[in-house]
């Protein structure tokens, strides 16, 4: 079975610094990768997706994210981080075949300091 | 237009008592997904329908969760006998398809406190 795994819990940046989270996952295939957003009291919003074709991809919110199939990584990034952007980030696998039902990881939660 | 839409919105209720949580997707959306977001955990997958069958419902914790779906649009998962360890927030997703790595979109969930 696929896993997710992001190894920061929580990550603190100041407003304007640059960001990354890091998303790893075990799955031998290409999986479909995506990147949802939680804010407080919120459901989950899709910042980007990866199914095929160029590896980096650009989502919502300035936010991209780059596939790195060798060290099976799908790190999201942002060159500016907004107060706004405080959040709990998740990051999500899916099985190609299947019901493809996305395996979430335990979530990244980002404080922006002013 | 509507997005997912959930009821209600936060629930207390006694140990051992019944509850139910609805779910009203996107119009149009097939698939329909229920989810449980416990406290510093990731999304932990309850089931899963496509139309009015659920062909994935592994992720049912125990005998006591059921989740029925009808026509094809409104779900409810149901808590028999509620445990405090079922405390969580509940997620509900639909997409326009299944079966496929379709966009889910997401409810505001129901938080559900078991005394």
């Known amino acids: 079975a696929q896993s997710v795994t992001q190894p920061d819990i929580h990550i603190t940046v100041s407003e304007g610094a640059s960001l990354e989270l890091r998303c790893n996952y075990s799955?031998?295939?290409?999986?479909?990768l995506f990147w949802y957003v939680q804010s407080p009291g919120q459901g989950l919003q899709l910042l980007l997706k990866?199914?095929?074709?160029?590896?980096l991809v650009q989502g919502i919110k300035g936010f991209e994210a780059e596939f790195k199939r060798s060290q099976s990584s799908f790190n999201l990034r942002k060159p500016s981080v907004h107060w706004s952007d405080a959040a709990e980030y998740f990051c999500?696998?899916?099985?190609?075949?299947?019901?493809?039902?996305?395996?979430f990881g335990r979530g990244t939660s980002l404080i922006v300091h002013p | 237009g509507a997005g997912v839409s959930q009821s209600p919105s936060n629930k207390v209720t006694e140990k051992g008592k019944d509850v139910e949580l609805r779910c009203d997707p996107i119009?149009?959306?097939?698939?329909l997904y229920w989810y449980r977001q416990s406290l510093g955990q990731g999304l932990e997958f309850l089931i899963y329908?496509?139309?009015?069958?659920?062909?994935?419902k592994s992720g049912l914790p125990s005998d006591r969760f059921s989740a029925e779906r009808t026509g094809g649009s409104v779900s409810t998962l149901t808590i028999q006998r509620t445990q405090q360890e079922d405390s969580a927030v509940y997620l509900c997703?639909?997409?326009?398809?299944?079966?496929?790595?379709?966009?889910?979109?997401f409810g505001p969930g129901t938080r559900l406190t078991v005394t």
């Open positions: 119009s149009g959306h097939t698939a």
């Open positions: 997703a639909s997409s326009l398809k299944g079966g496929g790595p379709h966009e889910q979109y």
């Open positions: 799955y031998g295939a290409t999986p479909y």
């Open positions: 990866y199914f095929s074709g160029d590896t």
């Open positions: 999500a696998v899916g099985l190609s075949g299947g019901s493809y039902i996305p395996t």
């Open positions: 329908f496509q139309g009015n069958s659920a062909p994935d």
